[in-house]
């Protein structure tokens, strides 16, 4: 039933473009393993070996703490309203800050969002499906907009201090790398 490839194809890149979730998972060489659900209008297939999402400022910045540690991510996604698929993308990534070559041409894939802290630029290294069998049916009822009203309502200088007082170290200690203009 699973199914191993090298890279994303074109119903596999239709299918995450449907998705109203996704899930991150990375982990630093010690520590947690930090697995997070993602929402809103925040990623993007750029080809069939890359992918970008945006993050947005939220409690933690785990994602970019493990990347700094080691640079693997899997990022998965699962048909919760029609034909069973679980799809595992399996690779390396990086993350880009306002201040780093590329941010414009990353951010500008995107909507504007209060809070974007970085982009994830993902080099896809290998593409796992699987049945989805045992995946309940849920039903999409909208996103949440409440993390763009809280980051909105902070503005972009509160949200650089929110950055330095909750963003700059994992919960394990590792730093962040978060950078900002």
């Known amino acids: 039933m699973a199914k191993m490839m090298s890279s994303l194809n074109d119903p596999l890149i239709g299918f995450i473009q449907k998705q109203h979730m996704f899930f991150v998972g990375t982990a630093a060489k010690g520590g947690r393993v930090n697995l997070s659900p993602k929402g809103l209008d925040s990623l993007r297939v750029i ?12 409690s933690g910045n785990e994602t970019a703490a493990h990347l700094l540690n080691a640079d693997r991510m899997t990022l998965m996604f699962c048909s919760f309203e029609e034909m069973p698929l679980i799809l595992r993308v399996y690779g390396s990534a990086k993350a880009v800050y306002e201040v780093d070559a ?80």
């Open 102 to 181: 590329g941010w414009e041409k990353l951010i500008g894939l995107f909507p504007p969002m209060p809070g974007a802290r970085q982009v994830f630029d993902m080099k896809v290294e290998s593409v796992q499906t699987s049945c989805g069998y045992a995946v309940p049916f849920y039903q999409f009822a909208g996103q949440r907009e409440r993390l763009n009203e809280a980051n909105g309502k902070k503005g972009k200088e509160g949200i650089k201090e929110y950055w330095k007082e909750k963003n700059l170290r994992s919960i394990d200690g590792y730093e962040t790398g978060q950078k900002w203009r």
């Open 47 to 58: 080809n069939k070996n890359r992918i970008a999402w945006l993050n947005l400022t939220g």
